[in-house]
């Protein structure tokens, strides 16, 4: 019977090494992931804001006083504007 290669009996050497970092990277990995899933549960808020230049084009295409405008966007939900 052959004697096992120097690479065969590397790589049984090597094979437990290899899995231990595999698990390590997987318990990290899953870790990362709860942590994520746990932040993003918690912040489900957001907020929609309107660029100013942009109600003042629609203000100016429309016709109507950029008041109106702005109200209008303020019952639909837009909170915020932004310069």
Do not use: C, Y
Request: charged share 15%.
């Amino acid at each position: 019977m052959a004697s096992p290669s120097p690479f065969s009996r590397f790589a049984n050497m090597v094979r437990p090494l290899l899995w231990v970092l595999i698990l390590v990277g997987v318990a990290t990995g899953l870790r990362s992931a709860s942590h994520r899933w746990s932040t993003e549960n918690n912040n489900r808020r957001v907020e929609i804001a309107v660029d100013f230049a942009e109600l003042r084009s629609l203000s100016a295409a429309t016709g109507e006083p950029l008041d109106t405008v702005l109200q209008a966007f303020k019952s639909a939900g837009v909170h915020s504007v932004t310069l």
